[in-house]
């Protein structure tokens, strides 16, 4: 090359920074590393939050009639903040569970699954500098979202207490400390999250907990995030409670929910956002100058599933009856294996997912003196490389200044099909005799 077009492509190379500095501190991801790890080397995966058993007939015949049926216009955008038939259907549902008169057109939003509808209240209420309640442990892109907006997130746990005659754990055990929450509102509180049923511990917060939260919303006038997305997935006829429908909270609250979960179809990326126009407004904003237009044929069979669930609603035929029932019986077989091995179960009221104590199978994987990775993440990492068995450490669902205090726990995930929890069965009990074996 002549000298003159070398220095101009030695000067093409860039050599300044090119990431935004809002990017920083929130490069890695739990399940981009456990993932991959589970793809590797699992035999059996109970691993990240998906269903290994098919969705329900009925959804998938409207997928397939949407797709091939006589209105080609399916295969075209639709209205940009949700397809008319499901954001009319999300309407009318969640009209009836909250008891007020829903706008299909203002008051519901649909989203690429509930992670985009995080997404847009973060970017569309947080400003630099505000604080955002985060009960510990969380879905953990709460964080990340949070510091992308510029927001800063704050940390309230859930404090464990030991059940009495040496019963096993509920998370029900798991309570918030109200002295400690209502010390950490202050006047730069913009929003508190909430997440009932709680992703990885199965909690269903109460009545009284959650009146305690909104009293403190209305107090210190703050928006309450609340991700329902397991709202159909109750045990043990526990209820759950909405708390957009406790006295002034309709106003200051957005309520998210994700077909992922309601319908077993977690690929298909439908969610959406229900609440008040003042607050969804801004919402739109943010879908239209990102996103703008969600796949409308999945839109479509989404909401033939909605038609069909209202018209069983609580009928023993209502997918939302049938799945929590089936799922109680796994979540049951697989709180039998895991006691019967010694790997401690903490038992969900809600969710497809169970945390297990591993304190007696710390011989197993010794303790590295100094390492900085909690040792729950090396023991989930350890089992699935050597036992085939994939798992999530609980530290992956708190702060970086917290992981250390709950790092002997880890999350499976029960929605699988009976011979996948048999498999699993089957590397507990034989793990359990091998170490147990002269
Ligand atoms: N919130 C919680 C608590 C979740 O567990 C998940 C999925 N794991 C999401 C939101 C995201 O849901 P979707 O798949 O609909 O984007």
Avoid at 38 to 66: C, H, I, M
Avoid at 211 to 224: F, P, R, S, T
Wanted: hydrophobic letters at 40%.
């Amino acid at each position: 090359l002549p000298t003159h077009s070398l220095s101009l492509s030695l000067q093409a190379k860039m050599s300044r920074p090119v990431h935004a500095r809002r990017l920083e501190g929130i490069d890695k991801n739990i399940w981009v590393e456990f993932v991959k790890l589970a793809a590797t080397y699992s035999t059996v995966n109970l691993g990240q939050g998906f269903p290994d058993f098919p969705p329900p007939d009925f959804l998938k015949e409207a997928f397939v009639r949407a797709l091939s049926g006589g209105n080609h216009m399916l295969h075209q955008y639709t209205r940009a903040f949700g397809h008319p038939p499901l954001v009319k259907m999300l309407a009318q549902l969640f009209g009836k569970l909250l008891g007020r008169d829903l706008d299909p057109m203002t008051n519901v939003m649909v989203t690429v699954g509930a992670y985009q509808a995080l997404f847009c209240c973060f970017q569309a209420f947080i400003d630099e500098g505000d604080e955002v309640i985060i009960i510990e442990p969380f879905f953990d892109c709460y964080e990340p979202m949070v510091k992308m907006a510029g927001g800063m997130p704050v940390f309230v746990p859930l404090r464990p207490k030991p059940p009495k005659d040496g019963k096993l754990m509920s998370s029900a055990d798991w309570q918030l400390d109200p002295a400690e929450l209502a010390s950490n509102f202050s006047k730069r509180t913009k929003a508190i999250v909430l997440n009932s049923p709680n992703n990885p511990l199965g909690k269903v917060f109460s009545r009284g907990e959650l009146e305690l939260i909104a009293d403190l919303c209305v107090k210190h006038d703050i928006l309450c995030i609340s991700d329902e997305v397991y709202e159909w997935l109750i045990y043990d006829g526990k209820e759950h409670i909405r708390i957009a429908s406790l006295p002034g909270m309709w106003d200051r609250t957005v309520t998210i929910g994700s077909a992922g979960k309601t319908f077993s179809v977690t690929g298909w990326k439908v969610g959406w956002t229900v609440g008040p126009d003042r607050l969804l407004q801004h919402l739109r904003t943010v879908h239209q100058n990102s996103v703008y237009h969600c796949a409308t044929i999945a839109q479509e069979a989404v909401a033939q599933g909605f038609q069909r669930e209202l018209e069983f609603y609580g009928k023993p035929e209502s997918y939302f009856i049938q799945l929590p029932k089936e799922l109680q019986q796994k979540r049951d077989w697989l709180v039998q294996s895991l006691d019967a091995v010694g790997m401690k179960p903490i038992i969900p009221e809600g969710t497809y997912f169970l945390v297990a104590d591993i304190s007696q199978f710390k011989s197993n994987v010794p303790d590295v003196p100094g390492s900085d990775e909690p040792y729950d993440s090396r023991f989930a990492k350890w089992m699935v490389k050597n036992k085939g068995l994939a798992a999530i450490p609980l530290s992956a669902f708190y702060c970086e200044a917290h992981k250390n205090n709950y790092n002997h726990f880890i999350r499976f995930c029960f929605a699988k099909e009976e011979a996948t929890l048999k498999a699993a069965n089957d590397i507990l009990q034989k793990w359990k005799w091998e170490k147990t074996s002269p």
